[in-house]
């Protein structure tokens, strides 16, 4: 039987690697998780007020269909807090989606065309590239520089009459880079000079270590931005599935897909209505875990830079912001690539980690992605290994 093409060329390095670790388990010994992004599979777990409404919601019988376009009382919260952060919105310009996955893969489907072109960070979170080719287009990466500022001239240099969108993630995930107001500035700028539509990721916001944050809202003025945010990973729901989109309401250029994404969000009929009564709870109930987890984070990653820049033959940026890090290797002669890199230390350690190369080959070749949201005693168990596994050079 025949499948598409374009479901084979679908990757996802972060789970795809999770078959090797599989391998690895037969050994029976002990493996450590440094791969995926789940703040709620450490020792972050959901506010009680969170879970609290979740529960009441099912046992008041809020157990059917909702709206389409998301519960009215949840997109009013959402307007709230991302009008808070700049962007001006009509609640008709919010859709609540399962996670900000779907939101990206509507995103997508409703502007990526075969020959489309899509520009995005180099590294980025694999499912941005992998929608766009799995929608018919092609992804256009640009380089971020030793200071975490996107190359100007380079992104320029990568516009093409086929350009269709610039993507922004911000924090990025895998370097855990922020940007500031002036490089968001400059890169929307390009977008609006070139008539692109401008696809911003802010679903780690509020985890941010050093410096203010700067929304895109703040710069967004009439232009075509789409935000894409969640309760994942701020409100650690990882595991119930629920996000958002906003597209800019002071934006004209914007009406066609404020008339034709809905029609996307109405196939798959609605999002789980006791989640969203959660994440309106979310929104508006206590926020103190969030300062809680940001300091906690920011112990884990102070750690784990100093212990890996400590490590011979590997060298680490401070992230300003998400949960992971990026750090270079040098590969030498021991290793072919960073996918071998990331096998042999899983096999001899039981370290799981992602090969940069999974975040696109152009700027994540001769990296790998750790997650640092374990305990401090996880994080130093690991790195004694590394260090050890790295000296057997
Ligand atoms: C930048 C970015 N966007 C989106 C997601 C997925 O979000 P959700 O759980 O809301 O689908 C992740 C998860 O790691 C991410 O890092």
Not at 141 to 167: H, M, N, T, V
Not at 172 to 191: C, M, R
Not at 229 to 234: A, E, M, P, Q, R
Not at 277 to 304: F, S
Request: glycine share 6%; with cysteine.
């Amino acid at each position: 039987m025949k499948i598409s093409d374009r479901t084979r060329q679908v990757e996802y390095a972060i789970r795809d690697i999770i078959q090797y670790a599989r391998e690895y388990q037969k050994t029976g010994k002990e493996l450590i998780y440094l791969n995926i992004g789940d703040p709620v599979q450490f020792d972050f777990k959901t506010p009680e007020h969170i879970k609290n409404a979740l529960i009441n919601a099912v046992r008041n019988d809020e157990n059917y269909y909702t709206d389409s376009e998301g519960l009215p009382e949840l997109r009013a919260a959402i307007k709230e807090k991302e009008e808070k952060k700049g962007l001006a919105l009509d609640i008709n310009d919010i859709l609540v989606t399962n996670g900000v996955s779907e939101g990206l893969d509507m995103t997508m489907a409703s502007i990526v065309e075969p020959g489309s072109e899509i520009l995005m960070p180099g590294p980025h979170y694999p499912p941005y590239a992998s929608y766009v080719k799995f929608y018919g287009g092609t992804v256009a990466e640009f380089k971020i520089q030793d200071d975490g500022k996107p190359d100007i001239d380079y992104l320029r240099s990568k516009l093409s009459p086929k350009s269709r969108a610039i993507c922004i993630l911000n924090p990025n995930n895998p370097t855990g880079e922020v940007f500031d107001a002036k490089s968001l500035q400059q890169i929307i700028d390009i977008a609006a000079e070139h008539n692109l539509y401008i696809i911003c990721d802010e679903i780690y916001d509020k985890i941010v270590f050093d410096d203010t944050f700067s929304g895109i809202g703040k710069l967004s003025k009439d232009l075509p931005i789409i935000l894409l945010n969640g309760f994942s990973k701020v409100y650690l729901m990882t595991g119930w599935r629920c996000g958002y989109i906003c597209m800019n309401s002071n934006c004209k250029e914007l009406d066609d897909l404020r008339v034709n994404i809905p029609k996307l969000a109405r196939v798959r009929i609605s999002t789980n209505l006791p989640v969203q009564i959660a994440a309106v709870e979310a929104l508006r109930g206590p926020q103190e875990h969030i300062p809680q987890m940001v300091h906690k984070l920011k112990n884990r990653r102070d750690y784990i830079v100093k212990r890996l820049n400590a490590i011979n033959g590997i060298t680490c940026n401070l992230p300003r912001g998400a949960f992971y890090v990026f750090p270079k290797i040098d590969l030498g002669t021991r290793w072919k690539n960073d996918k071998d890199f990331v096998l042999d230390l899983l096999n001899n350690t039981g370290i799981l980690t992602v090969h940069g190369s999974g975040f696109g080959h152009t700027f994540g070749s001769n990296h790998f992605r750790i997650v640092y949201l374990p305990h401090e005693e996880i994080l130093e168990n690991a790195m004694n290994k590394m260090e050890s596994f790295m000296n057997k050079r």
